[in-house]
């Protein structure tokens, strides 16, 4: 499997996943020439994406869907809830819901239901390798023995605690962010994936990093304190205009 994070962050998300010949992409919360231009650097041809994949629907995940649905249309993925969010940006498109297992092609998707103000938010396991999990207050402890000891994971690391409630946020907005339905700070981010890496774990990517209420070397060394594990282990802090290396698993 071949991972790269094309965007992370508050102005916008998108993840490329490939499995043999299977090309999928995690959300499109950038415009779609910033999208063709990411994969054309990988030699990737948008037109051979299969489908989209969708966590949930505020802008900076689903920004780019009309005009790149409109040109290459692949198949999107969604919960049931999303529909109408969705419908305000493409006015006729075909969707799958997800199933609690959902196969496309080469990849085996497992949901996770994720805790975020806005309906049927999700993260996903893909082919017991991947974990995907961004945009949530919380992670509930029952999806915690089925996370363990992936070869990869793609985590939140939103913001540091003391940033957001120094900063310049309003005070109800720092509630919303630091809330069980905001997102995952640099701590909690740190403390599931102390619980869930394991000796098979070979890259961890920390993203959706707040530009205002946190820093790179904040994010790395909330995780370096906290998992016991850090030799041979691959780190990267996703950005939000720039992709990735590739990352394969």
Known sequence: ??????ASGSKGNVTYVEEKGTRI????????????????????NPNTI?????????????VGIGTFYKKYKPEIYIMPKM??????????????????????????????????????SVGFLMNDELVYITDTGYLND??????????????????DIEMLYNGKYPY????????D???LSNTDSSNYLSKIVGSNTKHIVLAHLS????????????????????????VVVAEQDERTKVIEI
């Open 211 to 234: 530009k205002e209420n946190n820093t790179r070397d904040k994010a790395l060394e909330t995780l370096f304190n906290a998992i016991e594990r850090t030799e041979n282990l691959d």
């Open 181 to 183: 339905i905001g997102h």
């Open 142 to 159: 029952r999806y915690l023995p089925m996370l363990e000891n992936k070869s990869m994971y793609i985590m939140e690391s939103n913001h």
């Open 25 to 44: 992409l995690i959300d499109i919360g950038k415009s779609c020439a910033y999208v063709e231009k990411k994969l054309k650097e990988l030699n990737i």
């Open 83 to 120: 529909f109408p969010a969705l419908s305000e940006y493409l006015s006729d498109f075909n969707c799958t819901y997800f199933t609690k297992i959902t196969q496309i092609n080469d990849i085996r998707v497992n949901v996770i239901k994720t805790s975020h103000d806005v309906p049927d």
């Open 50 to 62: 299969n489908a989209i994949l969708i966590t949930h629907t505020h802008i900076d995940h689903i």
């Open 1 to 6: 499997m071949k991972v790269v994070v094309l």
């Open 172 to 179: 109800h907005l720092k509630r919303r962010i630091a809330s």
